[in-house]
């Protein structure tokens, strides 16, 4: 059995009729005719039909089922938690329960938007903006919670490059082919601190006035053919000629 009309005479058919208290609220909002009495002798003439105050119930459950601000606002308000709207979005409206629903959105109205109207578009309106806000807001902190932020991203590609180069400027350890190209390059040149003689590749021949030149083009055929062996890569060759023609520039000044 549906509830009373609250602010009612106690009379359902007076109240539908003539528009008192809550009823009058829900026919004006949601448009729907009040109830009407016709002689049976009237009835059929004109358009002249009865309506009884279930059938101006059942119009203001169906009206409200089709309106816009009333689904979107207890929608939005379930999603917020609240537990009276969820019950209405999610099984509707009903001849039964018209009353406590328009009562959960006046409450809602209070809490979102304050002030005590509820007729008129802005005060609809504002409430279903008012509602949809919070709840998209609520949404956003909870994604924040859960999965990362462009910033936070951002924060950590800085970070990563910081460290990455930071690393990249300590010491190089050459690797253990260089490496071995490196020693072969000191053995040859008698060590850093003692380089070779003129004549390290035939101390038997005696100085002649092209040593120089021979030995120039000895030891970098040498080198060259060094670095071939041992290291086999391009960048071993291009390090290992640099070397020997910086060598025979050092120690022949040319």
Do not use: C, W
């Not at 009058?24 to 448009?31: A, I, P, S, T, V």
Request: charged content about 35%; cysteine-free.
């Amino acid at each position: 059995m549906s509830k009373k009309n609250p602010g009612g005479t106690g009379s359902d058919y007076f109240d539908y009729r003539y528009g008192v208290g809550e009823a009058d609220h829900l026919m004006k909002r949601y448009g729907v005719a009040g109830a009407k009495s016709v002689k049976p002798e009237n009835r059929g003439i004109g358009g002249n039909e009865n309506r009884t105050v279930d059938d101006v119930k059942k119009d203001i459950a169906g009206a409200m089922m089709n309106d816009y601000d009333t689904r979107r606002s207890m929608e939005a308000a379930a999603m917020l938690g609240n537990k009276d709207a969820k019950k209405y979005a999610k099984k509707g409206f009903n001849s039964d329960n018209i009353y406590d629903a328009y009562g959960t959105l006046r409450d809602l109205k209070k809490e979102y938007v304050g002030g005590g109207g509820m007729d008129g578009a802005k005060n609809r309106a504002g409430l279903t903006h008012a509602l949809v806000k919070a709840d998209r807001k609520a949404q956003t902190a909870a994604y924040d919670e859960t999965y990362a932020k462009t910033t936070d991203l951002n924060d950590m590609k800085d970070k990563l490059i910081a460290q990455a180069t930071e690393e990249a400027a300590g010491p190089i350890e050459p690797s253990d082919r260089m490496a071995a190209v490196e020693e072969r390059f000191e053995r040859a040149s008698g060590g850093t601190n003692s380089p070779p003689s003129l004549f390290d590749k035939d101390n038997a021949l005696p100085a002649k006035a092209d040593d120089q030149k021979d030995a120039a083009r000895n030891f970098l055929d040498d080198y060259k053919l060094d670095v071939a062996k041992g290291a086999n890569i391009k960048s071993d060759i291009e390090t290992g000629v640099s070397n020997a023609a910086r060598h025979v520039r050092d120690t022949y000044g040319r």
